[in-house]
């Protein structure tokens, strides 16, 4: 099949839960068909992977994302700007030339914002899939609730609710033949809301890598994210306040790795007060780091969708450590597969007793992997989303 493919960010390096999930279906959708990308990047030294992604794309275009003071206003009066930011009248173009050269079988959008991309003809004149990853709106609204600058607030707020109001519109108005979605949770708010869209459940997956079994304990607690993503920037100065802060003086050499790409100068300023507290932002490979961990925390308080880095840390085996949001829209239990727990004083507990006694919670580590095996291998998850384009296309033949 022709897949023209719309992104609202380079999915490389795959070093966010984002773009991990969009490289991933990327890679296994393109063995079978072929995929025309249509990328907005955030700086021109994106273009530099462009080779790493002809590996699986037949065409790549990129788009920069204009960020000077004009454009932002401009942009912010056409629409709330996390969407705006991101329409682009040239790729709007490039869409058009493309769909005129040869037969297109799916056009398919990672995020609503890319639909603004797309002009209603083109919409519906074509096969539509939206993956949705998560209910942007309700993220945005989440953080405004627990932002403590009086501007920052009254801005999120505003643009909560214009983004609900852009997707409400897409969502009712728009011809799109599928959603898909990560979490479950989304998956049940989105049909409540809108029962007649066609939906289908397309949860993050996991490659399945090898444990490599520590042989001393060292102490050290891992947690990775995008770190300019709000809920993870909110999270992790939670749990250094909350927790981190008493944990360090019960054990000294207990060090926090804070792994992820754009960490701001707030960020960096507020964990320089302790010692132990390595902010690497972005880094090429996780691996090592998950190698040096002991414990995996996800002091996630607001955000949606499942995380790519509960699966991940699950993958290698780690003992992980979440808030209930962290797990939300999976079928991963406390006390079986992991610890969950709201309350900063059983978080601080279940760090501690992980670090200094982790054969208490061995069993646990064992069950989760066991479960990703069987549910949430990117084949598994990629072979049923392949089925539900078949139902859609009416025939097989496109596939192997």
Not at 1 to 24: E, S, V
Not at 145 to 170: A, D, Q, V
């Amino acid at each position: 099949m022709k897949l023209i493919w719309l992104l609202p960010d380079i999915p490389y390096p795959a070093n966010t839960g984002g773009r991990i999930a969009m490289l991933k279906r990327i890679e296994y959708l393109s063995k079978n068909n072929d995929i025309y990308l249509f990328c907005v990047i955030d700086n021109e030294d994106d273009i530099k992977y462009k080779s790493e992604l002809e590996k699986y794309c037949k065409k790549i275009f990129f788009y920069l994302r204009k960020k000077n003071i004009i454009s932002k206003i401009q942009k912010i009066i056409l629409g709330p700007y996390i969407a705006s930011s991101r329409w682009n009248c040239q790729l709007k173009k490039d869409i058009q030339k493309e769909l005129t050269r040869e037969h297109t079988d799916f056009i398919i959008i990672d995020f609503p914002q890319m639909l603004g991309n797309l002009n209603d003809k083109i919409i519906n004149k074509h096969k539509i899939i939206l993956n949705q990853h998560n209910i942007e709106w309700k993220t945005l609204l989440a953080f405004a609730k627990t932002i403590n600058s009086p501007i920052k607030k009254i801005i999120y707020y505003i643009e909560s609710y214009r983004l609900k109001h852009l997707e409400y519109y897409y969502y009712s108005n728009k011809n799109i033949n599928l959603y898909t979605f990560v979490s479950s949770e989304d998956e049940k708010y989105f049909k409540t809301e809108f029962p007649l869209n066609k939906t289908l459940l397309s949860p993050i997956g996991s490659e399945i890598p090898k444990v490599v079994k520590k042989e001393h304990p060292t102490k050290n607690i891992l947690f990775v994210g995008k770190m300019s993503y709000l809920p993870n920037i909110e999270g992790i100065r939670w749990f250094i306040e909350k927790i981190f802060s008493q944990l360090s003086l019960k054990l000294p050499d207990c060090k926090l790795y804070i792994v992820g790409k754009d960490p701001d100068d707030n960020l960096k300023s507020f964990a320089a007060k302790h010692k132990n507290i390595i902010i690497t932002g972005t880094v090429e490979n996780v691996e090592e780091y998950y190698e040096l961990a002991d414990i995996v925390i996800l002091p996630l308080l607001n955000g949606g969708g499942v995380k790519v880095k509960l699966l991940e840390a699950l993958s290698y085996g780690k003992i992980v450590i979440s808030t209930s949001k962290g797990v939300e829209g999976t079928n991963f239990q406390d006390q079986i597969d992991l610890l969950i727990t709201n309350d900063k004083n059983k978080f601080y507990q279940y760090c501690y007793d992980s670090i200094t006694n982790p054969n208490k919670y061995i069993k646990l580590p064992l069950s989760a992997r066991k479960k990703i095996e069987q549910e949430y291998t990117w084949k598994a998850i990629m072979d049923n989303y392949e089925k539900a384009i078949k139902k859609l296309i009416g025939t097989i033949k496109y596939f192997v």
